[in-house]
């Protein structure tokens, strides 16, 4: 186990480290930079807003500089935002983010997996055609257009609902609906397609003839098998609805980390767009590396193959 985690440990950290890199090496290769679009600047001040970010520097004194920076979390000062460290605007901007990517998440497992395991319980029976029904919607709809779609339903037509803004819990009804459809609809497939095949298993139907209950069987031999898969989606999932919170952020008008990164992006804040990159690959990276963890302490056959192995 302690070796386990050890070697994914440093296959995480290399990993960042080559994201780190490919992120500052890529955007200095972008033309241009963020004082370009200024309006007649005076070639004095454009040498002095230079020398002031450590730009007139060669490429690898600023690679390095930059880099000693992010392992102490410091990732610098916004070029379009004067007086502001990237630092503080993640710490400003990422509790809203997480906070609707947790309420997104929770909307996701819960009906997603309640979804799926009826489905399969029900299989070749209306409800599970009307849940596949679902999932082929809410997968094939863009997150996008089903925000454009609540807030004028819920918000403009019904008023059940504020359109936009963040403040309270009302508030966060509809984007996180909006971004919890298209996880809610996967996560109910895959649920469905592990519960099928589970129930077919033949310990399912030694335990349904020593005459043990339906819940007690669907709770300690059903569902802890078939939750394996959903168990693994769970890294890139937390990771793509907090990324994909993005769209989602700058139409609902939530002052999130995904609206800082659109902003970026608009105004060439170089030093604010690989912050966020970086960030956002951490939390990847870490959600896949404690998905791993997870899978190796819930499914002991990882153990027995490696045990294999190893002999």
């Not at 569902?223 to 769970?234: C, E, G, K, M």
Request: glycine share 6%; with cysteine; aromatic share 14%.
């Amino acid at each position: 186990m302690f070796k386990y985690v050890v070697k994914k440990f440093i296959l995480l950290v290399v990993s960042l480290y080559i994201v780190i890199t490919a992120t500052f090496f890529l955007m200095h290769l972008i033309p241009g930079d963020p004082f370009t679009e200024e309006e007649a600047i005076p070639q004095e001040i454009l040498r002095a807003l230079y020398h002031h970010f450590h730009l007139e520097e060669p490429l690898p004194v600023q690679y390095w500089n930059y880099l000693k920076g992010v392992m102490v979390g410091n990732f610098g000062p916004s070029f379009k935002y004067q007086g502001r460290m990237v630092s503080d605007i993640i710490r400003e901007g990422f509790p809203v983010s997480c906070t609707l990517g947790l309420e997104a998440l929770f909307l996701a497992l819960a009906v997603g997996i309640t979804c799926g395991a009826v489905a399969a319980l029900k299989r070749t029976k209306w409800e599970d055609s009307l849940t596949m029904i679902g999932a082929i919607l809410g997968i094939s709809v863009p997150s996008f257009l089903l925000a454009t779609f609540l807030q004028y339903i819920f918000a403009m037509k019904l008023d059940l609902l504020p359109v936009a803004r963040w403040g309270s819990f009302q508030h966060t009804i509809l984007p996180a609906i909006a971004l919890a459809a298209m996880p809610t609809a996967f996560i109910a497939r895959l649920t469905r397609s592990s519960m099928v095949e589970v129930l077919q298993q033949d310990y399912i139907l030694t335990a349904k003839s020593k005459g043990l209950s339906t819940l007690r069987i669907l709770w300690k031999h059903i569902l802890r098998n078939a939750l394996l898969p959903v168990v693994t989606y769970l890294g890139p999932l937390i990771a793509s609805i907090l990324t994909g919170s993005f769209v989602v952020e700058k139409i609902f008008g939530i002052p999130g980390l995904g609206q800082w990164f659109v902003l970026s992006v608009t105004n060439r804040d170089y030093m604010l767009i690989m912050a966020i990159t970086i960030f956002y690959s951490f939390i990847l990276m870490f959600s896949v590396f404690s998905v791993d963890i997870l899978y190796f302490i819930l499914d002991p056959r990882i153990k027995l193959w490696k045990r294999s192995n190893n002999s």
